[in-house]
């Protein structure tokens, strides 16, 4: 049985930081690449960022470049979202999923490319 699960989430002031995890189970993580998207109140879901498992490739939106950090663990079947810098707009709901296929500039950000997704940690950004 696919599993994502994600904790971490909370609130944070403004400028502040936190690591989000994605636990993985019930596959392979190696052979997969992960994606973050988040969805904020009143809003569409959109990809946060994604990290593939071959070349270990990372994409971001461009609102959080240079401040997120994506990495992977696959010895600890985790993916991580390091969020430096946040900002009252990075507050929502986080997702991790699974990318079917592969991952390219076109695609790494689309929720129909995602096969498994996680149930969501909130993330508050506020002071």
């Known amino acids: 049985q696919v599993q994502l699960v994600e904790s971490g989430g909370g609130l944070v002031q403004p400028g502040g930081s936190l690591r989000l995890s994605c636990a993985a189970s019930?596959?392979?993580?190696?052979?997969?690449?992960i994606g973050w998207f988040r969805q904020a109140p009143g809003k569409e879901r959109e990809g946060v960022s994604c990290?593939?498992?071959?070349?270990?490739?990372?994409y971001y939106t461009a609102s959080v470049k240079g401040r997120f950090t994506i990495s992977r663990d696959d010895t600890k079947n985790t993916v991580y979202l390091q969020m430096n810098g946040l900002k009252p707009d990075d507050t929502g709901v986080y997702y991790c999923?699974?990318?079917?296929?592969?991952?390219?500039?076109?695609?790494?950000?689309?929720?129909?490319?995602?096969?498994?997704w996680g149930q969501g940690t909130q993330v508050t950004v506020s002071s």
């Open positions: 019930g596959f392979e993580l190696p052979y997969y690449s």
């Open positions: 999923a699974r990318l079917l296929g592969w991952a390219t500039d076109n695609t790494w950000n689309v929720r129909s490319a995602y096969d498994y």
């Open positions: 990290i593939t498992n071959v070349n270990l490739n990372t």
